[in-house]
């Protein structure tokens, strides 16, 4: 497939299976062999892990939406600028849900091989959306102790 290609199937993987939540057509974006990589380490999830992950996702903010911002492609890999809005209401990191409208930015870096997903890394702005819940304070934001 050539870059436009790429970057349109990976914006079709966001639009009709991570904003829906539609993991019934996720065998047609995700490869049998896919793998999540963080911090260096690969996570193999094949297409089960895929579709747990997309649901566990979902069951936190049921109406999450992400908008690519901006796409670069090259070869197999698309690098998508993207922003993440959804209503915190299931329990997240160990958080109780707030109700609130959380917003991050990430960018995110999938691998397209023969037509599928076979990879995808990147890193998350989660700081903002972290204070927006409450779960971390400003430095000196001591609301705590009265002056």
Same mark, same amino acid.
């Given at each position: 497939?050539?870059?436009? %290609?790429?970057?349109?199937? *990976? &914006?079709?993987? =966001?639009?009709?299976?991570?904003? /829906?939540?539609?993991?019934?057509?996720? !065998?047609?974006?995700?490869?049998?062999?896919?793998?999540?990589?963080?911090?260096?380490?690969?996570?193999?999830?094949?297409?089960?892990?895929?579709? %747990?992950?997309?649901?566990? *996702? &979902?069951?936190? =903010?049921?109406?999450?939406?992400? /908008?690519?911002?901006?796409?670069?492609? !090259?070869?197999?890999?698309?690098?998508?600028?993207?922003?993440?809005?959804?209503?915190?209401?299931?329990?997240?990191?160990?958080?109780?849900?707030?109700?609130?409208?959380?917003?991050?930015?990430?960018?995110?870096?999938?691998?397209?091989?023969?037509?599928?997903?076979?990879?995808?890394?990147?890193?998350?702005?989660?700081?903002?959306?972290?204070?927006?819940?409450?779960?971390?304070?400003?430095?000196?934001?001591?609301?705590?102790?009265?002056?």
């Amino acid at each position: 497939m050539s870059n436009d %290609e790429n970057k349109a199937f *990976v &914006r079709r993987y =966001y639009e009709e299976v991570l904003n /829906t939540g539609d993991v019934s057509a996720i !065998e047609r974006f995700i490869s049998p062999d896919y793998e999540e990589v963080h911090d260096n380490v690969r996570y193999p999830l094949g297409l089960e892990g895929a579709r %747990e992950h997309v649901l566990g *996702v &979902r069951q936190t =903010y049921p109406d999450m939406h992400l /908008t690519v911002e901006q796409q670069i492609a !090259e070869g197999e890999w698309v690098v998508s600028r993207v922003t993440m809005r959804g209503t915190h209401l299931g329990e997240w990191a160990g958080m109780s849900p707030t109700g609130e409208v959380i917003e991050a930015t990430a960018v995110n870096i999938d691998r397209v091989v023969d037509g599928r997903i076979v990879e995808h890394g990147g890193a998350a702005n989660l700081l903002g959306p972290l204070m927006k819940a409450g779960a971390v304070k400003p430095v000196g934001d001591d609301t705590s102790h009265p002056d």
